[in-house]
Structure formats: structure tokens, C-alpha cells
């Protein structure tokens, strides 16, 4: 099975254009290497996934036939991102959480408890 299927039947991409373009523009890759979005996929091989700021890593844990079901993705994928990666994220959030644009007025009584929350 090529990769940009792959990536599209495990969706983790919408569309399999889209899975060809991220292939296509290095966001996909194997032991560091861009792949192309004809690579064959094998059963056991651990690939990458760069989406800003995130860096995902899967391994293939078998070939699905067709796109399938949101449910049994984890029948065909190993999600072997490490949490520290995942962290990012909870920054990103709070971070856009606690910048104000100037001339918004004053924080709501929940963005004040956020705001507390983080410098806590």
C-alpha cells in the first residue's frame, strides 16, 4: 500500500490529496528522510508526521483494505508520540489563552480564573 493511502485510510489525513501534498512537501517522514507519497508501507515501520508545532510518530500495525472507521484506527495504527511533544500543545492553548489584544477591555471572570490558574 503507498503511504499517502495509508495515511488517508488510518485518517490522518482528510483527503488523500492532502496525504499526497504533506508527502509531497517533507512533512512525512522515515528515520528523518521526506518520503515520496509512492513509498510502499510496510507492517512494522515507525514514520513521522510534522504538524506545526507538533512532531507525531506512528507505527504501522497492520494494512488496511479500504478507509477505515474512526473506531478502528487503533486496530491498524501505534501512536508512539512522546508526551513531551503532547505538552506543547497544553502551552500553545494557555498561552493563547492568557495574551489579550490591546482594546478588549477587561478579563471575564473566567479568563481571570485562567489567567490565575496559570501563574499558580
Given at each position: 500500500?503507498r503511504i499517502?493511502?495509508?495515511l488517508?485510510?488510518?485518517?490522518?489525513?482528510?483527503?488523500?490529496?492532502?496525504a499526497?501534498?504533506?508527502?509531497?512537501?517533507?512533512?512525512?517522514l522515515?528515520e528523518?528522510?521526506?518520503?515520496?507519497p509512492?513509498r510502499?508501507v510496510?507492517?512494522?515501520?515507525?514514520?513521522?508526521?510534522k504538524?506545526?508545532p507538533?512532531v507525531?510518530?506512528?507505527?504501522?500495525k497492520e494494512?488496511p483494505?479500504?478507509?477505515v472507521?474512526?473506531?478502528?484506527?487503533?486496530?491498524?495504527?501505534?501512536?508512539?508520540?512522546?508526551?513531551?511533544?503532547?505538552?506543547?500543545?497544553?502551552l500553545?492553548?494557555?498561552?493563547?489563552?492568557?495574551?489579550?489584544?490591546?482594546?478588549?477591555?477587561?478579563?471575564?471572570?473566567?479568563d481571570?480564573?485562567?489567567?490565575?490558574?496559570?501563574?499558580a
Open positions: 500500500m499517502d493511502k495509508y488517508w485510510a488510518v485518517r490522518l489525513y482528510k483527503t488523500r490529496s492532502i499526497t501534498d504533506a508527502c509531497q512537501s517533507g512533512k512525512v522515515v528523518g528522510n521526506s518520503l515520496k509512492s510502499e510496510k507492517i512494522g515501520m515507525e514514520f513521522q508526521i504538524k506545526t507538533l507525531y510518530t506512528f507505527k504501522v494494512l483494505n479500504s478507509r472507521g474512526a473506531k478502528l484506527v487503533a486496530d491498524y495504527l501505534i501512536d508512539l508520540t512522546p508526551q513531551e511533544e503532547l505538552d506543547k500543545l497544553d500553545l492553548k494557555i498561552g493563547a489563552q492568557a495574551v489579550r489584544d490591546k482594546g478588549t477591555g477587561r478579563p471575564t471572570k473566567k481571570r480564573r485562567i489567567i490565575d490558574d496559570f501563574f
